[in-house]
C-alpha cells in the first residue's frame, strides 16, 4: 500500500498571505489528522477529520482550518500567515482507534 | 506546559553504548507510543503500550510503561549509527483522539 502523500513538500509564502496543505491518506483510512512541529513547541495537534467531519480540534486560531472531502483526502489551510506559522505541517490517517501513520510533512516557510 | 516531558532533551553516544530515555506525565494516559523521525520525514511508529507495567521488545529496543500509566521508557542495547534520530513519545488521554507528544529526544550515535 502507498503511504500518506503531503503536497507540497516545501512551500515559502509571505505574511499577510494564505496557504493550502494538501494529504491523502492510505487507502481504506478514514481518519485523517493534522500537526505541526516548531522547534520550540514541539508537535502538537491541529485537528482530525473522520467521514468529512470534524472530529477533534486543537488549541489553534481560526485562521487553521481543514476539510476532509468524500474521498478521506484532507486539505488544510492558513490564512493571513504570521512568521510564527513557519512549521512543519504533518498530517496522519489511521484506520481504526490507535495506529497514525504519518506522512513526510510540508515544509512552510514565512517570510 | 508539555504533558508528556521528555528527558534527556540531547544525546551524543558512541555507538555500542547503552542509553535509556525517558517519557513522564502528571496525566494518565490509555495508551503511550513512541515515534522516531529522521530528518524531512514524518515521525515513524516504533510501538504501542497499553497496559500499565508492560513491556515491549523491538529487537534492541526495549520500551517499558509504567504501573499507572503516567510514564514510559525507551532503552537502547549497543546502540548503532543507524539508531540515530529525533525519538518521540505520544499518548492518548481517555476516549480522547487527540494524540499528544512530548518534547523529543534527539539522539546522535557516533561511529
Known amino acids: 500500500k502507498a503511504g500518506v502523500t503531503q503536497t507540497p513538500r516545501y512551500l515559502i509564502k509571505t505574511r499577510g498571505q494564505q496557504v493550502t496543505l494538501s494529504c491523502s491518506p492510505i487507502s481504506g483510512h478514514r481518519s485523517v489528522s493534522w500537526y505541526q512541529q516548531t522547534p520550540g513547541q514541539g508537535l502538537q495537534f491541529l485537528f482530525e477529520y473522520f467521514s468529512e467531519t470534524q472530529r477533534n480540534k486543537g488549541n489553534f486560531p481560526g485562521r487553521f482550518s481543514g476539510r476532509q472531502f468524500s474521498n478521506s483526502r484532507s486539505e488544510m489551510n492558513v490564512s493571513t500567515l504570521e512568521l510564527g506559522d513557519s512549521a512543519l505541517y504533518l498530517c496522519?490517517?489511521?484506520?481504526?482507534?490507535?495506529?497514525?501513520?504519518f506522512g513526510p510533512g510540508t515544509r512552510l516557510l514565512v517570510l | 506546559t508539555q504533558l508528556l516531558e521528555q528527558s534527556p532533551q540531547f544525546l551524543s553516544i558512541q555507538e555500542g553504548e547503552n542509553l535509556t530515555v525517558y517519557c513522564n506525565s502528571s496525566s494518565v494516559f490509555s495508551s503511550l507510543q513512541w515515534y522516531r523521525q529522521e530528518p524531512g520525514e514524518g515521525p515513524v511508529l516504533l510501538v504501542t503500550?497499553?497496559?500499565?507495567?508492560e513491556v515491549k521488545k523491538l529487537k534492541r529496543l526495549t520500551f517499558q510503561f509504567g504501573d499507572a500509566r503516567k510514564d514510559s521508557s525507551l532503552h537502547i542495547t549497543a546502540a548503532q549509527t543507524g539508531d540515530t534520530g529525533l525519538y518521540l513519545c505520544a499518548g492518548y488521554k481517555g476516549s480522547a483522539r487527540q494524540l499528544t507528544f512530548g518534547s523529543g529526544t534527539q539522539l546522535t550515535v557516533l561511529p
Open positions: 496522519a490517517s489511521a484506520w481504526g482507534q490507535e495506529t497514525q501513520y
Open positions: 503500550v497499553v497496559t500499565g507495567g
